[in-house]
């Protein structure tokens, strides 16, 4: 699959502002400053459809992007950001939530995991989160180009050992900077969205 045509539909931050046209969803979640949006927009192939910071707490609300006039892509903030206050850090957590609990469009989450790190807590508790709500996962280890191939072996398996990754869903090593995921991750997404 190609991605042709990008488009930025609507910023969300509850359910009534989300689309109604049914079409398929795909989530990328994950700790703040992980990469999420700079890994959509390496998919999409566009320099900053989604915007980036290197400062944690940037993507503040659902954001939702239209492509191939086909499926969304739905850009979440992070969690694990210790620099807002309590009550941001709930009314995001309870955003993303009800988002994933509910939303029926939503076919698959692509978990986003620093490569360099030992997942935290929060990884794990998202994780188990998406898998307790049924709710097709890919993990995406990002920034793989700051690792050398040895640690990125040990890396990858300290981290499938902390999530205790279920067998069924798939990991893919990525890198922005190196553009390195982007054939296996729209496969993914190609599969899924002809289910
Ligand atoms: P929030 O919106 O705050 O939740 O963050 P985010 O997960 O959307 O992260 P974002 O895409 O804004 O990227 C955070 C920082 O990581 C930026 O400085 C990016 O340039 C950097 N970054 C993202 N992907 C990569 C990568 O593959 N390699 C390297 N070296 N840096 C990356
Ligand atoms: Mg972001």
């Given at each position: 699959m190609e991605i042709k045509k990008a488009e930025f539909v609507i910023s969300a931050?509850?359910?009534?502002?989300?689309?109604?046209?049914?079409k398929n969803e795909f989530v990328f979640c994950g700790?703040?400053?992980?990469?999420k949006s700079s890994f959509i927009n390496m998919l999409v192939n566009r320099k900053s459809l989604a915007r980036t910071s290197?400062?944690?707490?940037?993507?503040q609300t659902l954001n939702i992007f239209l492509i191939n006039d086909d499926f969304y892509f739905v850009d979440v903030p992070g969690y694990?950001?210790?620099?807002?206050?309590k009550s941001i850090k709930a009314s995001f957590a309870k955003m993303i939530e009800t988002y994933i609990k509910k939303r029926?469009?939503?076919?698959m989450a692509f978990l986003l995991i620093d490569f360099r790190h030992k997942p935290s807590n929060d990884d794990i508790a998202m994780y188990q989160f998406l898998k307790y709500y049924g709710v097709p996962t890919t993990i995406i280890l990002t920034k793989?180009?700051?690792?050398s191939n040895n640690e990125k072996a040990k890396n990858k398996k300290m981290i499938i050992e902390a999530l205790e990754k279920a067998d069924e869903d798939e990991i893919i090593e990525t890198s922005v900077l190196k553009k390195i995921g982007i054939k296996d991750t729209l496969d993914v997404i190609e599969r899924v969205n002809q289910e």
């Open positions: 931050v509850n359910r009534d502002n989300l689309p109604v046209d049914g700790r703040s400053n992980v990469g290197s400062n944690p707490g940037k993507t694990g950001y210790a620099n807002v206050s029926e469009e939503l076919k793989a180009d700051k690792l």
